[in-house]
């Protein structure tokens, strides 16, 4: 019991860890327990696990709308928004997140549970069809060029971002494979960096800072966004379920489907999260890993000589009268309501957190970035002149967007997904035109 | 302050001490999934300090292992295949007495219950983890049994297995540590293999070159060669009580991995000597 609990604890600590350093990708915490995972349980496992998915995107907002450093990829969508709204407005927008990601992440639990006890769970996989992936993401890609203003550089940026992305399909011709070898020491955070955040923060010293004077007492609550929560729980329950980095798809199509910026936040946000939960079902149905995360997941168990999901039905070491299966559902509840409790409680710290960056600018702004760009080059096992040289390139092309008012949004997205690209478009090429 | 700079001290001469840790590390592309799996076995079993090290990169994986010391990493020949295929020279320079043992692992050749024999004239998708000689099997599959087979790249396993389930594909090559689970629920059939020796619950008559003519003279299995960089006699020992351990020998059992050169006393240079000429064999039948 104590392992239990020192498990469902620490994985609380680093999956809002996690979710705010934005060097850090989501997988990252399952690989801290890689190490461990001979003498640990599978109890300890799942619980640790479960704990740093959900909470590695529940925190990622919280950089994201704060400090504009987004926590996990899928906050990228809304970036450019976050800009115009004062520190009231932000705050209320991490309170109204939170409870769109408790709402979200409530829908599909709901389903999960459901499916787990009317026992029609299998049919899940039939959402993982090459077909059905290739329409996701060309639905992805149609949403990011035609919302953009100018359809055609969007277009070209999207493409570059997926000629640079790494591939890892041996089977594609030698001279597309080889395109990826050039930003081989690049990261997808080092993207973000260079594309969005170094511009945006250029551009912030020149303008007179806004915040620093307002008064925190003044916060308010507005009005709960209900509707945006819940259609965004809806949409990610649904994307969650399609294979590859769907709490990215979610987001994208969730912000898609509102139109005003706030509105538009908290349904990005409900969706991403009720997606990470939507996720586990083929996994834990099926023993399919369908995310990054997952497969590491799985890779652990197979390091513990066990099979998924048979293990998952089967009655938890801790108590016997549940399976693991419910066990894992006791642990998403706790880790939904410690979660919305810590994103909410915590708003003093959070406004303190933002003032005081916005009085010393500079200085701390640029330990957090140093600081960051150091994890992403430890964890990410990059050569650093490469990277950094790759860095400054990044960076140069995004203040030069941003001088012309040009999104660079779609060519990070292209980078992100590009290798997921190449490999759905060549099975579906081989499976209907060979 | 006098006691901070001994401490200061103490902790420079200590770090030499700590960086005699054994490094592991497989060589290839992507840093993910089984080796890395198989890799985090043999750590395991490794006494005193080890960790694992990673680049994207595999020229700086090369250059990693050129640069350090006390390293033990692997080499799978299909995976150095498609990296020279795609131009890319992977394959550190070793002498055969580094080389401390090997052992193969190979697929089951899967479908969804229910599904048809491969007949001639009728069109079936086969798809293979990236790596795989997929395209060369379906090739010769073609070629000597009259039969229409189309080759889909896949990137794992257990994505190979999903394709099957939902009906993307008709075969695929699925490793046993996932299909047979999956044979058991009743979500997948595997009637032929690729592992010599066979399993249980795949025995080696099903073994496909036995069942269909595939004119090949090298195996379809994928040949894993452990490489030891020491100079210290005491690190080569760690090494090799890890490898050779009874535990990372049963481990790979249970996978379905055979284990039969991996043994104290090994012929370095006739492994290394057969695992050149199959990796020459394998790609000028099953590559080009």
């Known amino acids: 019991m104590f392992e239990l609990i020192t498990s469902a604890v620490s994985g609380i600590i680093f999956g809002v860890m996690v979710g705010l350093l934005p060097g850090l990708p989501a997988y990252v915490a399952p690989l801290i327990v890689m190490p461990f995972a001979a003498d640990l349980s599978v109890e300890s496992i799942l619980i640790f696990w479960l704990a740093t998915h959900i909470g590695s995107q529940y925190f990622g907002s919280v950089a994201t709308i704060l400090l504009r450093i987004p926590g996990e990829v899928s ?39 459901v499916l787990y006890y009317t026992g029609v769970g299998s049919w899940l996989v039939a959402l993982s069809t090459t077909e059905s992936k290739f329409a996701l993401l060309c639905v992805l890609a149609a949403v990011l060029i035609f919302s953009a203003r100018q359809h055609v550089i969007a277009f070209i940026l999207f493409a570059g971002g997926i000629a640079l992305a790494e591939k890892t399909s041996f089977d594609l011709p030698i001279w597309l494979y080889a395109t990826g070898e050039y930003t081989s020491n690049v990261t997808v955070f080092a993207v973000i960096l260079g594309l969005l955040i170094i511009p945006e923060f250029v551009q912030e010293l020149k303008r007179p800072s806004t915040m620093i004077n307002q008064d925190l007492q003044q916060f308010r609550s507005n009005v709960l966004d209900v509707s945006s929560m819940w259609r965004g729980g809806v949409i990610g329950s649904v994307i969650g379920l399609f294979p590859g980095p769907n709490h990215i798809m979610s987001s994208v199509t969730a912000y898609h489907h509102r139109r005003e910026p706030t509105a538009r936040i908290i349904a990005a946000e409900s969706a991403n999260n009720s997606a990470i939960i939507s996720s586990l079902m083929p996994f834990f149905f099926l023993g399919l890993p369908i995310t990054i995360s997952e497969f590491v997941l799985y890779d652990i168990m197979q390091v513990k000589s066990l099979v998924m999901p048979n293990i998952m039905f089967e009655p938890s070491a801790v108590w016997t009268a549940i399976t693991r299966m419910e066990l894992v559902f006791a642990m998403a509840i706790i880790c939904v309501a410690v979660y919305t409790i810590l994103a909410q409680k915590f708003l003093p710290v959070y406004a303190w957190i933002v003032t005081t960056i916005y009085q010393r600018l500079w200085f701390l702004f640029l330990i957090i970035l140093a600081g960051l760009i150091a994890l992403d080059i430890v964890y990410q096992y990059v050569v650093i002149w490469k990277y950094i040289v790759g860095l400054t390139l990044l960076t140069i092309i995004g203040l030069w967007l941003y001088s012309r008012k040009i999104d660079p949004l779609p060519a990070v997205f292209g980078f992100v997904l590009g290798d997921l690209l190449t490999w759905t478009a060549s099975q579906l090429m081989a499976l209907h035109i060979s | 302050m006098r006691y901070l700079v001994s401490l200061f001290v103490c902790m420079l001469f200590a770090v030499p001490a700590l960086a005699s840790e054994i490094k592991l590390m497989w060589i290839g592309s992507p840093q993910s999934g089984p080796p890395m799996v198989v890799l985090n076995a043999l750590r395991d079993n490794i006494a005193g300090p080890s960790t694992v090290v990673s680049h994207k990169d595999c020229r700086e994986q090369v250059r990693y292992i050129e640069r350090e010391d006390d390293i033990v990493y692997m080499v799978v020949n299909m995976t150095m295949i498609q990296h020279s295929l795609q131009g890319q020279q992977c394959l550190p320079k070793f002498q055969p007495q580094h080389v401390i043992g090997s052992f193969v692992s190979a697929w089951h050749l899967c479908r969804r219950p229910g599904t048809p024999d491969m007949q001639p004239g009728q069109r079936w998708t086969f798809g293979a983890p990236n790596g795989m000689p997929g395209r060369g099997i379906v090739s010769r599959l073609n070629q000597y049994n009259n039969l229409d087979g189309v080759f889909v790249p896949v990137l794992s396993s257990s994505q190979v297995a999903t394709m099957i389930i939902n009906g993307d594909l008709d075969w695929g090559m699925v490793n046993p540590g996932m299909s047979e689970p999956l044979m058991q629920k009743g979500q997948l059939e595997c009637p032929y293999t690729f592992l010599p020796q066979g399993t249980d619950m795949v025995p080696a008559d099903r073994l496909l070159s036995r069942n269909f003519r595939l004119d090949t003279t090298v195996d379809q299995v994928a040949t894993w060669l452990v490489i030891a960089k020491t100079q210290d006699p005491a690190q080569r020992k760690r090494i090799e009580d890890a490898v050779y351990s009874d535990s990372f020998r049963a481990w790979l059992r249970q996978y379905h991995f055979s284990d039969l050169r991996l043994s104290p006393g090994i012929d370095g240079a006739a492994l290394l000597k057969n695992w050149r000429s199959d990796m020459t064999g394998m790609e000028q039948q099953l590559y080009r």
């Open chain 1, 75 to 113: 906050g990228m969508i809304y970036l450019h928004h976050i800009k115009d709204f004062s520190l009231q407005q932000r705050l209320d927008l991490i309170r109204q997140t939170a409870l769109g990601s408790s709402l979200g992440s409530v829908i599909a639990l709901a389903a999960l549970i």
